[in-house]
T-cell receptor, first 112, second 114 residues
Framework: NAGVTQTPKFQVLKTGQSMTLQCAQD?????MSWYRQDPGMGLRLIHY???????DQGEVPNGYNVSRSTTEDFPLRLLSAAPSQTSVYFC???????????FGAGTRLSVL | DAKTTQPTSMDCAEGRAANLPCNHS???????VYWYRQIHSQGPQYIIH???NNETNEMASLIITEDRKSSTLILPHATLRDTAVYYC???????????????FGAGTQVVVTP
């Protein structure tokens, strides 16, 4: 049981480039979310999804797009990367009921 | 969701109990108290949660005051691997709005020393 898997672990982009951060979970969880964490700060919610075909914005959605075509996958897209998007990105999932969320190991992104 | 207040940092000797306080004086009746931790460079990890009764699991104990305005996470025998940032989060349950939007604050940096 892999849990929540994020790829890649590390990525360096140039300003203006696009990329997709992948997130997959094998626990059949309905809820998935993306957070970013900047140095010395807590996690901030970017986007979340309560099920396949349903997404919504979190606290800091600008510059990011998401889609949820399957229960298992929740990719995060950066259409035109900016240095301000340099951060560590975490994906999380949870099932119905209590707020016990399972987090991936993170993707460390640098935008030059 | 109710706001939480935690100390910025605390130290604990290995093998001793670590008591982490959290103030949530504006908590409402249907809000649960959750604790997560984040070991350096890893994703957050769920520890424990409770509504009004004290709770215990294999990782920790959670003590919630009778008026529910504060709580304490207890790591009974701290080890070096417990060095992490600990987050106290208050969340309502049972509504569509409660679908997992955890509000992380700055947390408490706990350093366990030999």
């Amino acid at each position: 049981n892999a849990g929540v898997t994020q790829t890649p672990k590390f990525q360096v982009l140039k300003t203006g480039q696009s990329m997709t951060l992948q997130c997959a979970q094998d626990m059949n969880h309905e809820y998935m979310s993306w957070y970013r964490q900047d140095p010395g700060m807590g996690l901030r919610l970017i986007h979340y999804s309560v099920g396949a075909g349903i997404t919504d914005q979190g606290e800091v959605p600008n510059g990011y797009n998401v889609s949820r075509s399957t229960t298992e996958d929740f990719p995060l897209r950066l259409l035109s990367a900016a240095p301000s998007q340099t951060s560590v990105y975490f994906c999380a999932s949870k099932g119905q009921g209590k707020n016990i969320q399972y987090f991936g190991a993170g993707t460390r992104l640098s935008v030059l | 969701d109710a706001k939480t207040t935690q100390p910025t940092s605390m130290d604990c000797a290995e093998g001793r109990a670590a008591n982490l306080p959290c103030n949530h004086s504006t908590i409402s009746g249907n809000e649960y108290v959750y604790w997560y931790r984040q070991i350096h460079s890893q994703g957050p990890q769920y520890i424990i949660h409770g509504l009004k009764n004290n709770e215990t699991n294999e990782m920790a104990s959670l003590i919630i005051t009778e008026d529910r305005k504060s709580s304490t996470l207890i790591l009974p025998h701290a080890t070096l691997r417990d060095t992490a940032v600990y987050y106290c989060i208050v969340r309502v349950e049972g509504t569509t709005d409660s679908w997992g939007k955890l509000q992380f604050g700055a947390g408490t940096q706990v350093v366990v020393t030999p």
